[in-house]
């Protein structure tokens, strides 16, 4: 259940003062026959290029949509007990903020925020949103969105304001390039016919930087700042880590935000057999280490970490555990042990915290 605490208006929420702050994205969009009647995202269609399913489909169970397999086996978002589990391993790894995935309002991945909150509460870590290309996403699709989560998660104590910034929250825009700057800039801008600026609803927007010589649209958008997302380095522009010096400097001389994103490897082959091409193995932790202490130079407030738990990229920090079964012989994080990555994490995120002071 949603635990409230009543204010007179958002406001009156006081955010935490942090010096640095790590946001770490969070995929609460699991499902299982035993909470949600079937497995969801653990089940799923093989794709071919393009995006096109296939008629190819992993099952769940002991048949997961990905290389690794969870320490937890294939559980539900909506699971309170995993749910308290993901917290806690979160705080411990000193993570600041976690940023759940959002698929619209009635969406599953809506349906587990009231537990996320609370559970987040109890533990300390703050919740931002990670608004997704939904169906019909668009400028004034999206300030319908921003103002439904503010208005109704926005009063919990969990629901993450930057003390830095007069009380706003943070919205991650995934693949904004979707939608033109243009369109983007009556939203983002004041002025903008339909803009969220000077209202109770003006929060901090972070578009995606994917591509080479996207100054331009991020000047004319009304972005906040950026980030980089893919744990893949070397994937597109933005998550190429000789490109961060750059985008950083750029991002300082033009009042913008810089988030780069750190992963502790990337493999999709399950779901894309296609993409093997992308892969970081781990290197039992040094690719991890390496991108960490690349964004760590960049000096800036925040980083990110792709992901908690996004199992079918590959990209978890999330314990994961030697497993075999007839549909697949998985890989596991061996030498290291199950919990090496939170531990890994939180030796990386004291130092982030060190850095800031």
């Not at 390496?290 to 920090?317: D, L, P, R, V």
Request: aromatic share 16%.
């Amino acid at each position: 259940m949603l635990v409230f605490v009543t204010f007179s208006n958002a406001q009156n929420v006081k955010p935490v003062k942090n010096n640095n702050e790590v946001f770490c994205f969070y995929y609460n969009w699991y499902g299982n026959p035993e909470h949600d009647g079937k497995y969801i995202h653990w089940a799923h269609p093989v794709l071919k290029p393009k995006g096109i399913d296939s008629t190819q489909k992993i099952t769940g169970g002991d048949n997961v949509a990905a290389n690794f397999y969870p320490l937890l086996g294939p559980y539900s978002s909506n699971d309170a007990v995993v749910t308290r589990k993901h917290m806690r391993m979160m705080a411990k790894a000193g993570i600041d903020v976690v940023v759940v995935t959002w698929w619209n309002k009635g969406d599953f991945t809506d349906k587990s925020i009231p537990l996320i909150l609370d559970e987040a509460m109890k533990n300390g870590v703050k919740v931002a949103f990670h608004i997704e290309p939904f169906s019909g996403r668009n400028a004034r699709t999206t300030k319908a969105a921003i103002e439904y989560i503010i208005d109704t998660y926005g009063m919990h104590p969990a629901f993450y304001r930057s003390a830095a910034l007069d009380g706003k929250t943070f919205f991650f825009m995934y693949d904004s390039y979707l939608t033109t700057d243009k369109e983007w800039a009556t939203l983002l801008l004041p002025g903008g016919d339909i803009s969220i600026r000077n209202t109770k609803y003006d929060a901090i927007m972070i578009g995606l930087w994917v591509k080479k010589g996207e100054e331009e649209y991020f000047l004319n958008s009304g972005f906040d700042g950026f980030y980089t997302y893919f744990a893949s380095e070397g994937f597109t522009y933005g998550s190429t880590v000789s490109n961060w010096p750059a985008m950083n400097l750029w991002a300082k001389e033009n009042n913008k935000i810089f988030i780069p994103c750190v992963g502790p490897g990337y493999i999709d082959t399950r779901v894309r057999p296609w993409n093997d091409r992308n892969t970081k193995d781990r290197e039992s932790g040094k690719y991890y280490d390496q991108i960490f202490s690349a964004a760590m130079k960049c000096k800036t407030k925040y980083i990110g970490i792709t992901s908690f738990n996004e199992w079918h990229e590959g990209t978890q920090i999330e314990p994961a555990k030697p497993f075999h079964s007839q549909a697949f012989n998985y890989l596991d994080y061996l030498p290291q042990k199950t919990n090496y990555y939170l531990k890994r994490t939180k030796y990386w995120t004291n130092k982030f915290q060190k850095q800031g002071k």
